[in-house]
Every structure is written in structure tokens, then in C-alpha cells.
Nanobody
Framework: QVQLVESGGGLVQAGGSLRLSCAAS????????MGWFRQAPGKEREFVAA????????YYADSVKGRFTISRDNAKNTVYLQMNSLKPEDTALYYC????????????????????WGQGTQVTVSS
């Protein structure tokens, strides 16, 4: 069975940093785009960032561009999200995701169907 397990969430003050990790098992996603979504209370889930299988192509939501960095280690079947300069509005449950299609580009991950979701890791940023 495929599993995506996130870790690294927590409570941090505004301006601080966190690094999220998502370890996949049950299937190798080295040829798939991988990415992150988030959902704040009372809001719909939104796309955050995605990285192409090679790691050379990335795409970010405007709200996190310049502050967050997505990366991956295909040998470990793991994707990361380095979050810097965190703001209270970044508070959300962060989900790791893999698209249904291996042809999904990072820039399309926010609109294309997701094949697998992690259970989420909570990020809370205090003001």
C-alpha cells in the first residue's frame, strides 16, 4: 500500500522556520512530480509548492514564493518543504501529495487530480 507520511510540523513564532518532510512508501515516485498543499480552518485546501521528478523544475503559490523551498531526494523517496520567514497566515495543516499522472507538471499540480495524500502535519505560526 502507498503511504505518504509527513513530519516536521510544529509551533513557531512569526519569522521563524520549519522544515517539513514527506516520506513515501509502497511505491517509488522518482518519475512523478511531488508537492505540498495546505488547509487552514474554514478554508479550502490550497496548493503550496511542487517539484518535478528531476528536482530542476519547481512551482510555488504566490503566497509562499521567496519564502518556501521545495526539494526532493529520490533515493529516499522523500520530498521536503523548507519554510522560512513564516507568517501567521501560514498556519494550516500541510499535506504531501502525488498527482495521479506522472506527466503532471509542477505548475499544473494545483488543478490536476491528486492520486495520493498524506495525513497532514500541523504548522502553527504565532504572532
Amino acid at each position: 500500500q502507498v503511504q505518504l507520511v509527513e513530519s516536521g510540523g510544529g509551533l513557531v513564532q512569526a519569522g521563524g522556520s520549519l522544515r517539513l518532510s514527506c516520506a513515501a512508501s509502497g511505491r517509488t515516485f522518482s518519475r512523478y512530480t511531488m508537492g505540498w498543499f495546505r488547509q487552514a480552518p474554514g478554508k479550502e485546501r490550497e496548493f503550496v509548492a511542487a517539484v518535478w521528478w528531476s528536482g530542476g523544475i519547481t512551482y510555488y503559490a504566490d503566497s509562499v514564493k521567496g519564502r518556501f523551498t521545495i526539494s526532493r531526494d529520490n533515493a529516499k523517496n522523500t520530498v521536503y518543504l523548507q519554510m522560512n520567514s513564516l507568517k501567521p497566515e501560514d498556519t494550516a495543516l500541510y499535506y504531501c501529495a502525488v498527482p495521479e499522472s506522472s506527466y503532471t507538471l509542477p505548475g499544473s499540480m494545483g488543478v490536476n487530480p491528486v492520486g495520493y495524500w498524506g495525513q497532514g502535519t500541523q504548522v502553527t505560526v504565532s504572532s
